[in-house]
């Protein structure tokens, strides 16, 4: 079965330190991957995508993300945190639908 | 661009009664998709329509359905509510062009909460 999980259900950083929110993902065939945010009372927002092509991705609000093949894995990353990405992440995979992790609350410390 | 509007944004009802909720996509958008959001479940797809066609459909009872009109509006109904349908119910729009993966773009949600 196709399935995205997302190892931890909390991440805490401080603000200006780097970030990382992980995610697995199973799959067959070529995996099509996308990280979104929620923020409280809100709908879900586009990050950014892989579907082919170079294995680190570049989105919005400078995350960026490293699909590996052979970890079968699809972290995001920012270089550094602020205070207002404190939100909801949630890790996908399309297999003509969405199939969503259960989702990473990230915390950032000022 | 607007982007994707939902009504009601709070819902409240009753056991047994059924309610509806309203997604106003982007436009241009002919595809759009349901979710429903709970903290046990997590987000699970519910169903999508493209050009007044159920494209694709989650494992949800019947009485969850849903239907599109021509200007990709859609509409989904819950018929019979039970308490375990309180939830965060999300629509989501996206081009849909056959052979491309687009991302879909979320509205706020509606809340629905069932007594």
């Known amino acids: 079965a196709q399935s995205v999980a997302q190892p931890e259900d909390q991440v805490k950083v401080a603000e200006g330190n780097p970030l990382t929110v992980k995610c697995t993902y199973s799959v067959s065939g070529n995996p099509y991957l996308f990280w979104y945010v929620q923020y409280p009372n809100r709908g879900l927002q586009f990050l950014l995508k892989?579907?082919?092509?170079?294995?680190l991705v570049k989105g919005s609000y400078g995350f960026e993300a490293e699909f590996n093949k052979s970890q079968t894995s699809f972290h995001l990353k920012k270089p550094s945190a602020l205070v207002s990405d404190s939100a909801l992440y949630f890790c996908?995979?399309?297999?003509?639908?969405?199939?969503f992790g259960q989702g990473t609350t990230l915390q950032v410390k000022p | 661009k607007a982007g994707v509007t939902q009504t009601p944004r709070y819902l409240i009802k009753t056991r047994g009664q059924q309610v509806t909720l309203s997604c106003s996509p982007i436009?241009?958008?002919?595809?759009v998709s349901w979710y429903q959001q709970t903290p046990g479940q997590g987000l699970q797809f519910l169903f999508e329509?493209?050009?007044?066609?159920?494209?694709n459909k989650g494992n949800f009872p019947g009485r969850f359905s849903g239907r599109q009109f021509s200007n990709s509006r859609s509409e989904m109904n819950v018929s019979t509510l039970e308490l375990g349908d309180s939830a965060l119910y999300l629509c989501?729009?996206?081009?849909?062009?056959?052979?491309?993966?687009?991302?879909?773009?979320f509205g706020p949600g509606t809340r629905l909460t069932v007594t």
């Open positions: 892989y579907i082919t092509g170079d294995n």
């Open positions: 329509y493209f050009s007044e066609t159920q494209r």
């Open positions: 989501a729009s996206s081009l849909g062009t056959s052979g491309t993966i687009q991302e879909q773009y």
């Open positions: 436009s241009g958008h002919r595809s």
């Open positions: 996908a995979v399309y297999t003509g639908k969405l199939i």
